[in-house]
């Protein structure tokens, strides 16, 4: 519908006041939106900092339960775990992978034990456990598939076993998605809910990450072989559509910002649950410019997360979870 001509419409009548602003506001951000992505380590009483993500710290399992009571308390539902694996255990076949007592698994429990209304996220794939960092075996330089998908699903059945509430199979190998919710319907775990990172593009936002788990020095070559090219739309489509088809029950577009157009494509083809991961580049950068005073850190956090609801998404995954929390309780 066209707005009447000049002067019968005046847009600017509506942006008056705060209280006519708010009436007429299209979408909203909440902290029930929100997953918060936490990097957790062995050892106790651990806050680590990760120069590359400032303000983000990787957290011992005592310290991740008053974060995670923090992140409740404030509204926000779920929290995503990310493993830095002690690289002693870091091998070729992985098998730290699917160790029912490995540091993912152990919070888990301890998360779930004092907590059981917060929703736990895991990772599915094995670059932290990976002596060269790729989310797949990596056998005469290739990264194979159907042996990796075997994996996965011994990973995320002991996951679903320590009881995680959804997993996030972030791999991009083929398969996946049909044979960890075969695995997971055949061992009764009918209720546990697959977010699938379905159109994960093979990224150069995700280098903060990858210093977090430890998997940036380790890398051999890229990721290109397995995660989506950065200028395909039908293909990202593609994955979506074969990843609902195969029982995900959520999806995920990421990156996040410079791929909103992919959130809102997906959106409007599928209708599920879309989620966008804000990744670690696009924080270390909003927060680079905020500590150099270019940027208002509350302002673009607050913009560029409600920006992901009007591209379409149910909700984002966002290292700001904790402190966008705090700002909207306010
Ligand atoms: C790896 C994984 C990555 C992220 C989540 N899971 C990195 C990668 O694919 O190399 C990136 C998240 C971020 O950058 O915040 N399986």
Known sequence: MTPAPFPAARMRRLRR???????????????????????????????????????????????????????????????????????????????????????????????????????????????????????????????????????????????????????????????????????????????????????KFASGFYGPFRDAVGASGRLVGDKATYQINPANRDEALACVARDLAEGADMVMVKPGMPYLDICRAVKEAFHRPTFAYQVSGEYAMLMAAAMNGWLDEEKVMLESLLAFKRAGCDGVLSYFAVKAAMTLHN
């Open 17 to 199: 006041t705060r209280a006519l602003r708010e009436l007429v506001q299209e979408n909203g951000l909440s902290a029930a939106d929100l997953i918060w992505p936490v990097f957790i380590r062995d050892g106790e009483h651990i806050e680590e900092p990760i120069p590359s993500l400032p303000g983000v710290n990787r957290l011992s399992l005592d310290r991740l339960l008053p974060a995670a009571e923090q992140a409740l308390t404030l509204g926000v539902p779920a929290i995503c775990l990310f493993p830095y694996t002690d690289p002693a255990l870091r091998t070729e076949t992985c098998e730290e992978a699917w160790n029912p007592e490995n540091l993912t698994n152990r919070a888990i429990r301890a998360l779930k034990a004092e907590f059981p209304e917060l929703m736990v996220m895991t990772d599915i794939a094995l670059d932290p456990y990976n002596a060269n960092g790729h989310d797949g075996f990596v056998v005469n330089g290739e990264i194979v598939n159907d042996e990796t998908v075997e994996a996965l699903v011994k990973m995320g059945l002991a996951q679903a076993e320590a009881g995680a509430d959804i997993l996030g199979p972030s791999d991009m190998m083929d398969g996946r998605i049909g044979t960890l919710r075969l695995a997971l319907e055949a061992e009764s775990y009918r209720d546990v809910a697959i977010l699938s990172y379905a159109a």
